[in-house]
Protein backbone atom coordinates (compact mmCIF):
# COMPACT_ATOMS: atom_id res chain seq x y z
CA UNK A 1 0.00 0.00 0.00
CA UNK A 2 1.30 3.35 -1.01
CA UNK A 3 1.65 5.55 2.20
CA UNK A 4 0.26 8.53 0.04
CA UNK A 5 -2.70 7.96 -2.37
CA UNK A 6 -3.96 10.35 -5.20
CA UNK A 7 -7.10 10.61 -7.23
CA UNK A 8 -6.08 9.56 -10.44
CA UNK A 9 -6.18 11.72 -13.56
CA UNK A 10 -5.99 13.56 -15.84
CA UNK A 11 -8.79 15.85 -14.35
CA UNK A 12 -9.44 18.34 -16.68
CA UNK A 13 -12.76 20.95 -15.98
CA UNK A 14 -14.13 24.10 -17.43
CA UNK A 15 -12.89 27.43 -17.13
CA UNK A 16 -15.20 28.94 -13.68
CA UNK A 17 -16.17 25.50 -12.62
CA UNK A 18 -14.42 23.37 -9.03
CA UNK A 19 -12.12 21.58 -9.12
CA UNK A 20 -11.80 18.76 -6.79
CA UNK A 21 -8.38 16.66 -5.81
CA UNK A 22 -8.28 14.33 -3.08
CA UNK A 23 -5.45 12.77 -1.24
CA UNK A 24 -5.61 9.72 1.23
CA UNK A 25 -2.32 8.72 3.91
CA UNK A 26 -1.41 5.55 5.71
CA UNK A 27 0.81 6.89 8.53
CA UNK A 28 -1.85 7.56 11.56
CA UNK A 29 0.44 9.45 13.22
CA UNK A 30 0.95 12.36 10.31
CA UNK A 31 1.20 15.94 11.38
CA UNK A 32 0.88 17.73 8.86
CA UNK A 33 -0.61 17.98 5.28
CA UNK A 34 0.66 20.31 2.28
CA UNK A 35 -0.73 20.77 -1.45
CA UNK A 36 2.36 21.62 -3.52
CA UNK A 37 1.30 22.81 -7.36
CA UNK A 38 3.69 21.41 -9.57
CA UNK A 39 3.93 23.60 -13.42
CA UNK A 40 5.49 20.90 -16.19
CA UNK A 41 9.39 21.27 -15.63
CA UNK A 42 9.59 23.23 -12.56
CA UNK A 43 9.76 22.57 -9.07
CA UNK A 44 6.83 22.36 -6.65
CA UNK A 45 5.19 25.21 -4.95
CA UNK A 46 3.56 25.59 -2.00
CA UNK A 47 -0.35 26.36 -1.86
CA UNK A 48 -2.05 25.27 0.94
CA UNK A 49 -1.20 23.88 4.37
CA UNK A 50 -3.30 21.98 6.87
CA UNK A 51 -2.78 20.83 10.81
CA UNK A 52 -6.34 20.00 12.35
CA UNK A 53 -9.71 18.71 11.18
CA UNK A 54 -11.68 20.65 9.01
CA UNK A 55 -11.88 23.57 6.13
CA UNK A 56 -9.00 25.94 5.67
CA UNK A 57 -9.99 28.89 2.95
CA UNK A 58 -7.24 30.88 1.15
CA UNK A 59 -8.48 32.51 -1.69
CA UNK A 60 -9.95 30.25 -4.37
CA UNK A 61 -8.39 27.31 -2.52
CA UNK A 62 -9.96 25.49 0.46
CA UNK A 63 -8.25 22.42 2.14
CA UNK A 64 -10.35 20.13 4.20
CA UNK A 65 -8.75 17.46 6.37
CA UNK A 66 -10.35 14.46 7.99
CA UNK A 67 -7.83 12.53 10.09
CA UNK A 68 -10.33 9.84 11.21
CA UNK A 69 -10.35 8.83 7.43
CA UNK A 70 -6.92 10.02 6.88
CA UNK A 71 -8.32 11.91 3.79
CA UNK A 72 -7.31 15.45 2.71
CA UNK A 73 -8.44 17.16 -0.40
CA UNK A 74 -8.31 20.47 -2.05
CA UNK A 75 -11.41 22.19 -4.10
CA UNK A 76 -10.13 25.05 -6.39
CA UNK A 77 -13.02 27.52 -7.07
CA UNK A 78 -13.70 29.66 -9.68
CA UNK A 79 -10.83 27.30 -11.76
CA UNK A 80 -8.60 29.41 -14.10
CA UNK A 81 -6.52 28.07 -17.26
CA UNK A 82 -3.49 29.09 -14.86
CA UNK A 83 -4.43 26.33 -12.44
CA UNK A 84 -3.46 23.67 -15.22
CA UNK A 85 -0.77 21.94 -13.37
CA UNK A 86 0.19 18.70 -11.46
CA UNK A 87 -0.97 18.95 -7.80
CA UNK A 88 0.86 16.81 -5.31
CA UNK A 89 -0.15 15.77 -2.12
CA UNK A 90 2.47 15.73 1.05
CA UNK A 91 1.54 14.37 4.27
CA UNK A 92 4.60 15.19 7.19
CA UNK A 93 5.06 12.42 10.38
CA UNK A 94 8.40 13.36 10.64
CA UNK A 95 9.90 12.86 6.96
CA UNK A 96 7.67 14.81 4.10
CA UNK A 97 5.89 11.99 2.06
CA UNK A 98 4.54 12.64 -1.52
CA UNK A 99 1.88 11.27 -3.56
CA UNK A 100 2.02 10.82 -7.54
CA UNK A 101 -0.06 13.58 -8.00
CA UNK A 102 -2.96 14.72 -10.03
CA UNK A 103 -2.79 16.47 -13.47
CA UNK A 104 -5.58 19.05 -13.97
CA UNK A 105 -6.36 20.64 -16.60
CA UNK A 106 -8.50 24.02 -16.98
CA UNK A 107 -10.62 24.14 -20.70
CA UNK A 108 -11.34 27.63 -21.72
CA UNK B 1 16.64 37.18 -1.50
CA UNK B 2 16.35 34.26 0.62
CA UNK B 3 16.45 30.62 -0.92
CA UNK B 4 17.86 27.47 -1.92
CA UNK B 5 20.23 27.46 -5.18
CA UNK B 6 20.69 24.06 -7.63
CA UNK B 7 22.92 24.13 -10.29
CA UNK B 8 23.42 23.21 -12.56
CA UNK B 9 19.85 23.12 -14.10
CA UNK B 10 21.05 20.56 -16.75
CA UNK B 11 23.48 18.15 -16.85
CA UNK B 12 24.43 15.59 -19.27
CA UNK B 13 26.67 12.11 -18.45
CA UNK B 14 27.98 9.67 -19.88
CA UNK B 15 27.74 6.00 -18.52
CA UNK B 16 29.97 4.69 -15.96
CA UNK B 17 30.67 9.00 -14.54
CA UNK B 18 30.09 10.15 -11.31
CA UNK B 19 28.38 13.35 -11.37
CA UNK B 20 27.87 16.13 -7.82
CA UNK B 21 24.59 17.96 -7.88
CA UNK B 22 25.34 21.47 -6.23
CA UNK B 23 22.54 22.40 -3.31
CA UNK B 24 22.64 26.09 -1.42
CA UNK B 25 20.19 27.13 0.88
CA UNK B 26 20.63 31.14 2.63
CA UNK B 27 17.19 30.18 4.95
CA UNK B 28 19.17 29.42 7.98
CA UNK B 29 17.38 25.91 7.74
CA UNK B 30 18.62 23.12 9.89
CA UNK B 31 17.27 20.19 7.74
CA UNK B 32 17.97 19.75 3.72
CA UNK B 33 16.27 17.18 1.92
CA UNK B 34 17.18 15.59 -1.96
CA UNK B 35 14.59 14.03 -3.61
CA UNK B 36 14.40 12.25 -7.25
CA UNK B 37 11.20 13.11 -9.95
CA UNK B 38 10.22 10.65 -13.12
CA UNK B 39 8.03 11.72 -15.49
CA UNK B 40 4.62 11.07 -13.76
CA UNK B 41 6.00 10.57 -10.62
CA UNK B 42 6.01 12.35 -7.24
CA UNK B 43 8.52 12.79 -5.17
CA UNK B 44 10.67 9.54 -3.86
CA UNK B 45 13.33 10.65 -0.75
CA UNK B 46 16.99 10.28 -1.91
CA UNK B 47 18.77 11.39 0.78
CA UNK B 48 18.17 14.18 4.28
CA UNK B 49 20.12 15.49 6.80
CA UNK B 50 19.02 17.13 9.79
CA UNK B 51 21.81 18.91 11.02
CA UNK B 52 24.98 19.60 10.29
CA UNK B 53 27.52 16.23 9.86
CA UNK B 54 24.84 13.98 10.03
CA UNK B 55 22.22 12.58 7.19
CA UNK B 56 19.97 9.70 6.74
CA UNK B 57 18.91 7.53 4.04
CA UNK B 58 16.15 7.55 2.26
CA UNK B 59 13.72 5.06 0.26
CA UNK B 60 16.14 5.10 -2.37
CA UNK B 61 19.69 5.77 -1.36
CA UNK B 62 21.34 3.05 -3.71
CA UNK B 63 23.39 4.76 -5.91
CA UNK B 64 23.95 8.21 -3.69
CA UNK B 65 25.97 9.73 -1.83
CA UNK B 66 25.58 13.30 0.12
CA UNK B 67 27.42 15.00 2.27
CA UNK B 68 26.55 17.92 5.13
CA UNK B 69 30.18 20.52 6.14
CA UNK B 70 28.46 23.24 6.42
CA UNK B 71 24.68 24.42 7.13
CA UNK B 72 24.39 25.95 3.97
CA UNK B 73 25.52 23.17 1.66
CA UNK B 74 24.01 19.88 0.52
CA UNK B 75 25.42 17.91 -2.57
CA UNK B 76 24.20 15.19 -3.92
CA UNK B 77 26.78 12.45 -6.03
CA UNK B 78 24.95 10.29 -8.43
CA UNK B 79 27.82 7.46 -8.69
CA UNK B 80 28.23 5.33 -11.47
CA UNK B 81 26.51 2.41 -9.39
CA UNK B 82 22.90 4.36 -10.00
CA UNK B 83 21.56 1.84 -12.77
CA UNK B 84 18.75 4.49 -13.97
CA UNK B 85 20.25 7.89 -12.76
CA UNK B 86 18.41 9.75 -15.48
CA UNK B 87 15.43 12.31 -13.57
CA UNK B 88 14.54 15.03 -12.26
CA UNK B 89 16.12 16.18 -8.54
CA UNK B 90 14.87 17.71 -6.39
CA UNK B 91 16.70 19.69 -3.50
CA UNK B 92 14.95 20.96 -0.35
CA UNK B 93 14.92 22.69 3.15
CA UNK B 94 12.69 22.80 6.14
CA UNK B 95 12.99 25.56 9.26
CA UNK B 96 12.54 22.40 11.56
CA UNK B 97 14.06 18.85 12.33
CA UNK B 98 11.85 16.28 11.59
CA UNK B 99 8.93 18.39 12.09
CA UNK B 100 5.79 20.30 11.29
CA UNK B 101 6.75 22.34 8.96
CA UNK B 102 6.56 22.85 4.84
CA UNK B 103 9.88 22.01 2.75
CA UNK B 104 11.10 25.02 0.52
CA UNK B 105 11.82 23.33 -3.36
CA UNK B 106 14.90 24.67 -5.13
CA UNK B 107 14.27 24.84 -8.96
CA UNK B 108 15.67 21.64 -10.01
CA UNK B 109 18.23 20.04 -11.75
CA UNK B 110 17.85 17.65 -14.77
CA UNK B 111 20.33 15.01 -15.37
CA UNK B 112 20.64 12.80 -18.17
CA UNK B 113 22.59 10.04 -18.83
CA UNK B 114 23.55 9.69 -22.69
Known amino acids: QKEVEQNSGPLSVPEGAIASLNCTYS??????FFWYRQYSGKSPELIMS????GDKEDGRFTAQLNKASQYVSLLIRDSQPSDSATYLC????????FGAGTRLTVKP | DGGITQSPKYLFRKEGQNVTLSCEQN?????MYWYRQDPGQGLRLIYY???????QKGDIAEGYSVSREKKESFPLTVTSAQKNPTAFYLC?????????????FGEGSRLTVL
Open chain 1, 27 to 32: DRVSQS
Open chain 1, 90 to 97: AVRAGGMR
Open chain 2, 49 to 55: SQIVNDF
Open chain 2, 92 to 104: ASSIDRGGTGELF
Open chain 1, 50 to 53: IYSN
Open chain 2, 27 to 31: LNHDA
